[in-house]
């Protein structure tokens, strides 16, 4: 069963720095366009940015916009989040999701979207931002 895997997580202090790792068990993320959302306890789950499959399109909600960047590197199937200046605020699991690019309108438009919107989710990936 196809599952997005994401990684990196863990505990960092305000102000820093985490890089979290996205791939997909069975599956070549060529062709899929690849978003980073996620759900802080007891709030719904987010989009916080999603790229086009060839890396050339890119969306951050605003709260991260400056912070975060989005990359991919196709050859090893492999799509990073690198979040800098984390405040308490992004605490959250942290998941990646995929869509095929023929299936989406937009990245700004897959951001949007609700948890059914997508196939399969994998576990997630917890950030805690903690003194």
């Known amino acids: 069963q196809l599952q997005y895997v994401a990684s990196g997580g863990g505990l960092v202090q305000p102000g820093g720095s985490l890089r979290l790792s996205c791939t997909a068990s069975g599956r070549n993320l060529d062709g899929y366009a690849i978003g980073w959302f996620r759900q802080a306890p007891g709030k719904e789950r987010e989009g916080v940015s999603c790229?086009?499959?060839?890396?050339?399109?890119?969306y951050y909600r605003d709260s991260v916009k400056g912070r975060f960047t989005i990359s991919r590197d196709n050859a090893k199937n492999t799509v990073y989040l690198q979040m800098n200046s984390l405040t308490p605020n992004d605490t959250a699991v942290y998941y990646c999701v995929g869509r095929h690019t023929v299936l989406i309108n937009s990245v700004q438009h897959m951001c949007a979207q609700g948890i059914g919107y997508f196939r399969s989710w994998g576990p997630g990936t917890p950030v805690t931002v903690s003194s």
């Open positions: 790229i086009s499959s060839s890396g050339d399109s890119a």
